[in-house]
């Protein structure tokens, strides 16, 4: 038996809404401004809430001083076209010139590493 179950995973920030905007659209799910810089994304497939940071200073990938501490795989069906839509959204590239492996590494407009994964 567990002690407890995961709440939701939460991102420091400089932008809560806009953070919360770009996971809507990657994940689905809309978004709640609990307000006092809280956002909770709600109906998306992992309980994921942004708060403000300020003075944020995003991870660097691959840094050991200032490592990404943890980041989010994302399963893709296609990730020519999943990329594509990300950068869209704000996401910038930091690893993805090997088109031959199975994930590509991006940030989120906050600095936060995530993995395109093929699904």
Wanted: hydrophobic content about 40%.
């Amino acid at each position: 038996m567990s002690i407890a179950r995961l709440g939701s995973v939460v991102l420091d920030c400089p932008d809560p809404v806009a953070l919360g905007h770009f996971y809507a659209e990657l994940l689905g799910g809309e978004i709640e401004d609990g307000g006092d810089g809280w956002v909770d994304l709600k109906g998306g497939p992992t309980p994921l809430a942004f708060q403000a940071a300020p003075g944020h200073m995003p991870p660097k990938w691959p840094s050991p001083e200032r490592s990404q501490q943890f980041h989010l795989d994302v399963l893709v069906e296609d990730m020519d076209t999943a990329e594509e839509q990300v950068l869209a959204l704000g996401a910038t590239v930091l690893d993805a010139a090997d088109r031959s492996r199975s994930f590509r590494v991006y940030a989120d407009p906050a600095g936060h590493p995530f993995c395109l994964c093929a699904a």
